[in-house]
């Protein structure tokens, strides 16, 4: 497998120690990438976010280099690789409030990968009933769980100067992209029944086997919708 950037290593160091008990020998021993990769999709999820912030960048006349995804993920010094780009963010002085709507479209870029490929360590039929709620569109699962998200490209947001001064900003784009999926959703107020009926009515890309299985399982629908009135 190709090499791989300090980056992407960062963020499969992390991913595999919330995919390996704490106990287990592959915490602080050497992991081989391509079994990451295999285990956790690393690089499917990074990539689905690092276009979306190209995209952003590009509305407010920055473009990107046309290797950017290949900077970040297997250049050998991607700090200063991407220090022009840099640059050109910082000379922008994008407010804080955008750089949150751009960071939050990101992770939902990553969170809609994650769930389309149905690739976290743990496939959805494999994973307890009432924590199957996390499979869901990323307004539904409140922002602590959408921060987990982040992690796959907060370091990316750091190196580009694109990391508001506080998270705040960034759940204040959650906050705004979730009134807009209650409205189109029609989730008012949320209540069990709402959001049973939204899970119904959600678009297949979450992952056709997933819909079929809330669609057919009456009581895995009402326990996803428990859970995740509780965070939304």
């Not at 992407?8 to 008990?21: E, I």
């Not at 640059?87 to 955008?98: A, G, V, Y």
């Not at 307004?139 to 694109?162: P, V």
């Amino acid at each position: 497998m190709q090499q791989v950037s300090s980056i992407y290593w960062d963020v499969a160091k992390s991913q595999v120690s919330k995919f390996f008990p704490t106990i287990s020998p592959y915490r602080n021993s050497p992991f081989p990438i391509n079994a990451v990769e295999k285990l956790v999709k690393i690089e499917d999820p990074m990539v689905a976010g690092i276009t979306s912030i190209i995209r952003s960048l590009m509305k407010i006349g920055i473009v990107s280099p046309d290797n950017l995804t290949e900077i970040i993920i297997h250049d050998n010094t991607p700090v200063k690789s991407c220090k022009d780009l840099h640059n050109q963010i910082d000379r922008k002085s994008i407010p804080d409030e955008e750089k949150g709507e751009i960071i939050f479209k990101a992770i939902a870029a990553v969170h809609q990968q994650r769930v389309s490929s149905n690739s976290v360590g743990r496939k959805f039929f494999d994973t307890a009933p009432y924590d199957r709620y996390i499979y869901l569109p990323i307004e539904m699962i409140g922002f602590r769980n959408a921060l987990e998200d982040y992690s796959f490209i907060k370091r990316i947001t750091e190196i580009l100067a694109l990391r508001p001064n506080n998270d705040y900003y960034i759940e204040e784009a959650y906050k705004l992209a979730k009134l807009d999926f209650k409205e189109k959703y029609v989730i008012f107020p949320p209540t069990l029944d709402t959001i049973q009926r939204a899970i119904l009515c959600l678009p297949p890309y979450i992952n056709p086997e997933i819909h079929h299985a809330f669609e057919q399982n009456d009581k895995l629908l009402r326990i996803v919708a428990q859970h995740a009135l509780k965070h939304f």
